[in-house]
């Protein structure tokens, strides 16, 4: 499939400090995401120098002997490196899944002061950060673009606000500590005639509000039409792709897509992409906002809380969790 089945969005009038910007930009959001569920963002505002480092610096660890990254194994708190082969999508509905991810990561997710309360008394997910030793220019590399990418998904929110009916600051309670993820992937090739269900990553949505994927130039990554038939999502210099995730479809009553998309790397080399997740506050309660709710579009969703919703896909999901849920 040609890339243009994939929308553009120019979010150049994000940045020009007006409301009419804003809305121009929440317009594009509402169309692409009520009716295809992924866009390339163009204009996003984030230099290539940010873009090709943080590449580089994924490649350079995922080139590092498996001892030297086993030393930073996934912890508790959910930071670190996945080895290839520990996860499997247990949880999806959109295919049969039965072979682990052909995929190993390193995950950062979002920093806590050293006296944050949640430090302090144990909190879900409330814990440091890793860094493999030996690779200097990898922790400011990666600070450097999580907090460009941070910035980046802030302004969406704002956007996105208005796309749900409230003003731009209708969505600042939920993300006063919102829960973020930089995720450093790496796709080893797959043979072209592999298992119907060896996947790099298998058919999934993801949990919580939008994701930013940059991706390099391998492809393999594909999306889940309206129809049922599966897109590919190409790589576009330059940009890059949104899509909105299931809190986001439950606030908005369903109205937001939160569009299944699975990768499988028939290319023949590495694939590298770096998907930056921006959830809410792991206390939400997310429901339905009355905003999109009315006499003739009731309340699809019950309440829930995004940090209780978030455990259990990560104990069904992650090897890691799995076992330290079984020893108690």
């Given at each position: 499939?040609?890339?243009?089945?994939?929308?553009?969005?120019?979010?150049q009038?994000?940045?020009?400090?007006?409301?009419?910007?804003?809305?121009?930009v929440?317009?594009?959001?509402d169309?692409?995401y009520?009716?295809v569920?992924?866009?390339?963002?163009i204009n996003?505002?984030?230099?290539?120098?940010?873009?090709?480092?943080?590449?580089?610096?994924?490649?350079?660890?995922?080139?590092?002997?498996?001892?030297?990254?086993?030393?930073?194994?996934?912890n508790?708190?959910?930071?670190?490196?996945?080895?290839?082969?520990?996860?499997?999508?247990?949880?999806?509905?959109?295919?049969?899944?039965?072979?682990?991810?052909?995929?190993e990561?390193?995950?950062?997710?979002?920093?806590?002061?050293?006296?944050?309360?949640?430090?302090?008394?144990?909190?879900?997910?409330?814990?440091?950060?890793q860094?493999?030793?030996?690779?200097?220019?990898?922790?400011?590399?990666?600070?450097?673009?999580?907090?460009?990418?941070?910035?980046?998904a802030?302004?969406?929110t704002?956007a996105?606000?208005i796309?749900l009916?409230l003003?731009?600051?209708?969505?600042?309670?939920?993300?006063?500590?919102?829960?973020?993820?930089?995720?450093?992937?790496?796709?080893?090739?797959?043979p072209?005639?592999?298992?119907?269900?060896?996947?790099?990553?298998?058919?999934?949505t993801?949990?919580?509000?939008?994701t930013?994927?940059?991706?390099d130039?391998?492809?393999?990554?594909?999306?889940?039409?309206?129809?049922?038939?599966?897109?590919?999502?190409?790589?576009r210099h330059?940009?890059?792709?949104?899509?909105?995730?299931?809190?986001?479809?439950?606030?908005?009553?369903?109205?937001?897509?939160?569009?299944?998309?699975?990768?499988i790397?028939?290319?023949?080399?590495?694939?590298?992409?770096?998907?930056?997740?921006f959830?809410?506050?792991?206390?939400?309660?997310?429901?339905?906002?009355?905003?999109?709710?009315?006499?003739?579009?009731?309340?699809?969703?019950?309440p829930?809380?995004?940090?209780d919703?978030?455990?259990?896909?990560?104990?069904?999901?992650?090897?890691?969790?799995?076992?330290?849920?079984?020893?108690?």
């Amino acid at each position: 499939m040609p890339d243009a089945t994939i929308p553009l969005i120019d979010l150049q009038p994000l940045f020009d400090g007006t409301e009419r910007g804003l809305r121009q930009v929440a317009d594009q959001i509402d169309d692409v995401y009520s009716n295809v569920g992924f866009g390339y963002l163009i204009n996003h505002g984030i230099p290539e120098e940010l873009t090709r480092g943080i590449l580089s610096a994924s490649a350079e660890f995922h080139a590092l002997p498996l001892e030297e990254k086993r030393r930073i194994e996934i912890n508790e708190f959910h930071r670190g490196f996945i080895p290839i082969n520990t996860s499997t999508d247990t949880t999806t509905r959109l295919a049969k899944v039965s072979r682990p991810q052909q995929s190993e990561s390193f995950m950062m997710m979002h920093e806590l002061a050293a006296d944050d309360p949640d430090l302090r008394d144990g909190a879900f997910l409330a814990g440091p950060n890793q860094w493999p030793v030996g690779l200097p220019a990898f922790e400011p590399m990666v600070r450097a673009y999580e907090a460009a990418v941070a910035d980046l998904a802030r302004r969406l929110t704002r956007a996105i606000a208005i796309v749900l009916g409230l003003q731009p600051n209708g969505l600042d309670k939920y993300f006063g500590r919102p829960t973020t993820f930089l995720r450093l992937l790496y796709y080893p090739p797959q043979p072209p005639q592999g298992p119907d269900d060896l996947f790099g990553s298998a058919p999934h949505t993801d949990y919580g509000f939008i994701t930013l994927l940059l991706q390099d130039d391998a492809g393999g990554l594909e999306v889940r039409a309206t129809d049922g038939t599966w897109i590919e999502a190409p790589p576009r210099h330059g940009s890059f792709i949104m899509n909105t995730s299931d809190m986001l479809h439950r606030w908005s009553n369903g109205r937001i897509l939160s569009t299944p998309h699975r990768v499988i790397n028939r290319s023949g080399r590495a694939r590298y992409s770096c998907p930056f997740f921006f959830d809410p506050d792991l206390r939400s309660s997310i429901e339905p906002l009355p905003s999109c709710c009315g006499v003739h579009t009731p309340p699809r969703f019950t309440p829930l809380i995004y940090g209780d919703f978030l455990k259990q896909q990560l104990r069904a999901n992650h090897n890691q969790h799995s076992n330290r849920a079984a020893m108690g």
